[in-house]
């Protein structure tokens, strides 16, 4: 089967770094995704990394590792406003379809 | 990026109805998904539609259950048919797109369904 593996809750204080880690168990890999989604809201794209490496984009960064079939999100100088579900998701074909993890509930606390 | 709506946004049905959801997408968009979450829960796919071909849909979803239709590059629906309190979920259309490659999708806001 297909499988992705992500902590179902991590806590954290404003102001500081937390990372969270996805382990993937897939029989094709194209990619990895990270998705935020606010309660109630919808799921809104993060990064892709279809390369092993970091790509960071502004306070948020996401790494790859394809021969380890790992990957996580890092989020900095984190605000009141970063708390959300967050999924790794990965792309398994050529098309555009996604396999998605169970979401991270992220809790930043004063 | 692409702007998505769906109507209707909530409804709230009683058993062995069904309700067609629809999702408009502002640009055209070869394929569109169609998901169902539960609150606090992951995504599961329902099926993807390209314009001009039947629906795929994935384990556990069949089309007398959900149809679907993809009239044109912008529009779809879901039907949702003979429901059950089982159904009650949140439906969530979204398109492929975007800098982020095969990555990444955009969602439209979603449709709460709660059946009674």
């Known amino acids: 089967g297909q499988s992705l593996e992500q902590p179902s809750e991590v806590t954290a204080v404003e102001g500081a770094i937390v990372q969270i880690n996805c382990t993937y168990q897939t029989s094709g890999f194209y990619g990895l995704s990270w998705y935020q989604q606010h309660d109630g809201g919808a799921p809104t794209f993060l990064s892709y990394n279809a390369l092993d490496g970091l790509e960071e984009t502004g306070r948020f960064s996401s790494f790859l590792s394809r021969s380890d079939s790992y990957g996580y999100l890092l989020l900095q100088e984190l605000q009141m406003k970063d708390s959300a579900s967050y999924f790794c998701a990965v792309n398994t074909d050529s098309n555009y379809q996604l396999i998605w993890g169970a979401g991270t509930k992220l809790i930043i606390k004063p | 990026s692409a702007v998505i709506s769906q109507k209707p946004s909530r409804d709230i049905c009683q058993r062995g109805t069904s309700l067609t959801i629809q999702c408009q997408v502002d640009?055209?968009?070869?394929?569109m998904f169609w998901y169902r979450q539960q609150p606090g829960q992951s995504l599961t796919l329902i099926a993807t539609?390209?314009?001009?071909?039947?629906?795929?849909?994935e384990s556990g979803f069949v089309i007398d259950k959900f149809p679907i239709s993809r009239p044109n590059l912008t529009f779809s629906t879901l039907t949702v048919s003979n429901m059950s309190p089982e159904d009650s979920s949140i439906y969530l259309c979204?398109?492929?797109?975007?800098?982020?490659?095969?990555?990444?999708?955009?969602f439209g806001p979603g449709t709460r369904l709660t059946v009674l």
């Open positions: 539609a390209n314009q001009g071909s039947e629906a795929t849909y």
């Open positions: 640009s055209q968009v070869t394929m």
């Open positions: 979204s398109v492929e797109g975007g800098a982020g490659g095969r990555g990444e999708q955009f």
